[in-house]
Nanobody, 113 residues
């Protein structure tokens, strides 16, 4: 059974940085696509970044150049580094495994003074 547990959210000032972590367990296949999604109040959940087992990355246009997704070699940890955080980045961030459509519980990121 796949489990995804996010951590690292919190309050950050505009222009600040934050690193989110997703601890994974139960992933058997060596082929995977992991994604970070976010959902702001009143808005739909959106994909912000994804990474494949071949370390190919994809970013939403809105975060390109400010967010960086990475993964440990053993795929037990997936990270999302946020640079130059903006108020519009405020949302609950979720980790997602595409192959099994599993989701974590989410971690809140708030960008505010």
């Amino acid at each position: 059974q796949v489990q995804l547990v996010e951590s690292g959210g919190g309050l950050v000032q505009p222009g600040g940085s934050l690193r989110l972590s997703c601890a994974t367990s139960g992933i058997i296949s060596n082929r995977y696509t992991m994604g970070w999604y976010r959902q702001a109040p009143g808005k739909q959940r959106e994909l912000v970044a994804a990474i494949t087992d071949g370390l190919i990355t994809h970013y939403a246009i809105s975060v390109r150049g400010r967010f960086a997704i990475s993964a440990d070699n053993d795929k037990t940890m997936i990270y999302l580094q946020i640079y130059n955080a903006q108020p519009e980045d405020t949302a609950v961030y979720y980790c997602h495994l595409h192959e099994s459509d599993d989701w974590g519980q989410g971690t809140q990121v708030t960008v505010s003074t």
